[in-house]
């Protein structure tokens, strides 16, 4: 059975209060991810640099195609991987920024989340009001288990690029092109997890609770 949300929690604003919180913490992080996307998808043009550059480094410290002009030019061998190895640089510093992006949304799901958690402290004790649902809204106490599957799952895969990236810095001499590829898919379990709490929360979000 369907209720109102004002009926239900007139006598107690606290709650009311918690909700409004909550239907902002998901809006931030529904308009975010896209964010979040945007800067991995964006991202991707630098990745394939890396990895053609890489390659080219690699050719080029074996001197494969260039012994003729090694001997003739001795320093061309060095000139180019000082050259390569700037335009690497270049575009690992713009994937390290993209880490920075993924860090900043991870920060604002937090502070959403922490707000939330305050309200909640205050109406916690209230078992009735907090594990109340209905076929279009969850309960309280699954989205604040929702909002904190999804910091948890953010602030992971912040986590996991950074340590990406660290190691491809080190390892875009070798070609390890395992690094590229675990970039690639990373995020998965993030999309599937947040869509699928979005799915639930369509009607929540559109509701208006007022005080």
Same mark, same amino acid.
């Given at each position: ?8 929690? =007139?006598?107690?604003? =606290? ?5 409004? !919180? ?28 890396? =990895? ?59 502070? !959403?989340?922490?707000?939330? !958690? ?73 999309? !599937? ?19």
């Amino acid at each position: 059975m369907e209720y109102d949300f004002n009926e239900t929690w =007139r006598e107690n604003p =606290r709650t009311t209060k918690l909700l409004q !919180q909550l239907q902002k913490a998901f809006t931030v992080v529904k308009t975010n991810l896209k964010v979040w996307n945007e800067a991995i998808h964006g991202s991707q043009r630098q990745l394939n640099s890396v =990895r053609n550059l890489s390659e080219q480094r690699h050719c080029c410290v074996q001197a494969q195609g260039l012994q003729e002009i090694t001997q003739k030019f001795p320093n061309v061998k060095e000139k180019l991987m000082f050259k390569i190895d700037k335009e690497i640089d270049n575009h690992m510093t713009h994937l390290f920024s993209v880490v920075d992006i993924c860090k900043e949304v991870c920060d604002k799901v937090v502070k !959403q989340n922490e707000r939330c !958690q305050t309200l909640y402290n205050t109406v916690c004790e209230d078992l009735n009001l907090i594990t109340k649902r209905s076929p279009t809204c969850p309960s309280v106490v699954e989205m604040m288990e929702w909002l904190q599957d999804i910091e948890c799952l953010m602030m992971k895969q912040h986590s996991v690029r950074k340590h990406l990236l660290d190691k491809l810095s080190i390892a875009v001499k070798d070609q390890d092109s395992a690094l590229y590829k675990q970039w690639e898919k990373e995020d998965t379990e993030l999309h !599937q997890t947040v869509n699928g709490y979005l799915s639930f929360l369509e009607f929540f979000l559109d509701m208006k609770i007022v005080t």
